[in-house]
C-alpha cells in the first residue's frame, strides 16, 4: 500500500516561493503518474501539475506554467512542487497524489478519478 505525505506548505507574500514535497511510502513505482492537485474553500479540486515518473514527462495547467516545476527524486521516493511567483490565488489546500493508469488522451490533470493514492494535504496561504 502507497502512503503520500505532503509537506511544505505554509504563509508567504505575493511573489514568494514555497516547495511541496510529497513523500511515498510503499512502492514508488507502483504510481507512473504523480501529481499536485489543489482546492480553495468554495472551489473545486483542480489538477496544477503532474509527472509521468517513468520518463519523467511534465504536464502543467495553464495558470501556473512557467511559475511551477514539478520533479522527481526516485532514490528517495518524493516529488517535490517547487512553486515560484506566487499569487493570492494560488492559496489552497495542496495534495499529492499518485496512480497507475494508461493515459490514452488528454493531460493526466483531466484524469483526477483515476488516482488511486491521495496525500492529506498541506495548506499553502498567499498574502497580497
Known amino acids: 500500500q502507497v502512503q503520500l505525505v505532503e509537506s511544505g506548505g505554509g504563509s508567504v507574500q505575493a511573489g514568494g516561493s514555497l516547495r511541496l514535497s510529497c513523500a511515498a511510502s510503499g512502492y514508488f513505482y507502483s504510481s507512473n503518474y504523480m501529481a499536485w492537485f489543489r482546492q480553495a474553500p468554495g472551489k473545486e479540486r483542480e489538477g496544477v501539475a503532474a509527472i509521468y515518473t517513468v520518463a519523467g514527462i511534465t504536464y502543467y495547467a495553464d495558470a501556473v506554467k512557467g511559475r511551477f516545476t514539478i520533479s522527481q527524486d526516485k532514490a528517495k521516493g518524493t516529488v517535490y512542487l517547487q512553486m515560484n511567483s506566487l499569487k493570492p490565488e494560488d492559496s489552497a489546500m495542496y495534495y499529492c497524489?499518485?496512480?497507475?493508469?494508461?493515459?490514452?488522451?488528454?493531460?493526466?490533470?483531466?484524469?483526477?478519478?483515476?488516482?488511486?493514492?491521495w496525500g492529506q494535504g498541506t495548506q499553502v496561504t498567499v498574502a497580497s
Open positions: 497524489a499518485g496512480g497507475q493508469f494508461r493515459l490514452i488522451v488528454g493531460s493526466p490533470l483531466g484524469a483526477m478519478s483515476s488516482y488511486n493514492y
